[in-house]
């Protein structure tokens, strides 16, 4: 539910922000290192002319991204390869490979692998390494005429860029790992509430920009009360999780589902107001009432209560449709259950079609099955957790 969401994750201009202020610390220092060894150490004054320059350079270049580029990745890249190639300018006219300023290679090795990801990581790994060798070139005789120990300056470009990309590679897969954890409900494995108010907010923004309507769904088990009672409370978390799983096997990719708390769930339905999701929340109510679910040996049936509003007939925000919905999952209680009860907001003569019952009709939908034998969730007294 949440993978095919991206507007849900941090955004890549805002984390892309983040390494161009890093980016822009790394820069000023450089620039104020440079400046520093220029007045400290004595160089010959067309050296220290230029090297101030290139400093220079640097600064105006970077000025001009950040004025005309948008924070992505083509950004970071042009801003490291211009530190590239500053380095490569500033170690030219302070001593070439024995410049103080050789090592820094290395610092922007790590940024790239931190902010670009492994491939473009290998490129500016190529970069460094070609830079180096046309600083060798300035040597007498050529560093590469002695080829073991040119391989042993060049191997630390390398492996640093290699490290980087697997630490970087570990820290976004734990990132990853961390976001998903943060927006799904545990138990059910939908959105939680924090994600689903965020989806939902979204989908309300583009609904007014566009005028589309968006339906709001809710959900409640009717018996969860009578299987804690009589079977346990680890019964009534496989009624959960059952529940959860006949949701998601009759809603779309672009439905947005979430546990609301306890054994209520909330379902978005967007660009379709009450009337045109109704079959599809009778058929969620059908499918649960059809597919009875196993717990140590007991088959049992579990039936849910349902209520509908749209926007914007319902309410003119989110909040509001939220709570017509739930009166209306409210009132097919109070009718009997097991039904879908549409918010009375449009309720007309024909009360009757605002409540279906649906106990003994025929399943439409497939609910996939756990064992592949039959719908329902199988648990023996060795598989409960200790």
Known sequence: MIEAKGWVTAQAG????????????????????????IYLVPLPPSCAVRAALASLALVVSLLLTRRLLRNGQLKASLELVLLLLYLLAVCWFTGRTDSPFISAIYLVLMATSLTLGRRITYLMAGLAVASYSLLAAGDSPPLWSQLPGYLIRVFPFILIAHVGAILAGETEAARSEVERLS????????????????LALQQ????????????????????????????????????????????RSNIRESDIAARFGGDEFIIMYPD????????????????????PFSYDGNLMECTLSAGIASFP?????????????????YRSKRLGKNRVSLAESERGPGEEREKLQVRGEQLRGRVPQLDGKRAGVHLGKGDLPG
Not at 208 to 230: G, H, V
């Open 272 to 291: 379709h107001d009450k009337e045109q999701i109704r079959p599809a929340v009778e058929r969620i109510v059908r499918a649960m009432s059809s597919c």
């Open 204 to 247: 309300e923004k583009v609904s007014r920009r566009y005028q589309s309507p968006y339906a709001i769904c809710m959900l409640d088990a009717d018996n969860l009360k009578q299987i804690n009672d009589r079977y346990g409370h680890l019964a009534g978390t496989e009624l959960i999780k059952w529940t959860a799983r006949v949701i």
């Open 183 to 198: 927006l799904t409900d545990d138990l059910t494995e939908l959105n939680n509430m924090r994600s689903f108010e965020a």
């Open 313 to 329: 007939w319902d309410g003119d925000d989110l909040k509001s449709v939220v709570k017509q919905a739930d009166l209306a999952m």
């Open 14 to 37: 805002e984390r892309y922000a983040g390494h161009n202020r890093v980016l822009g610390v790394i820069a000023s220092l450089l620039v104020g290192l440079v400046l520093l060894d």
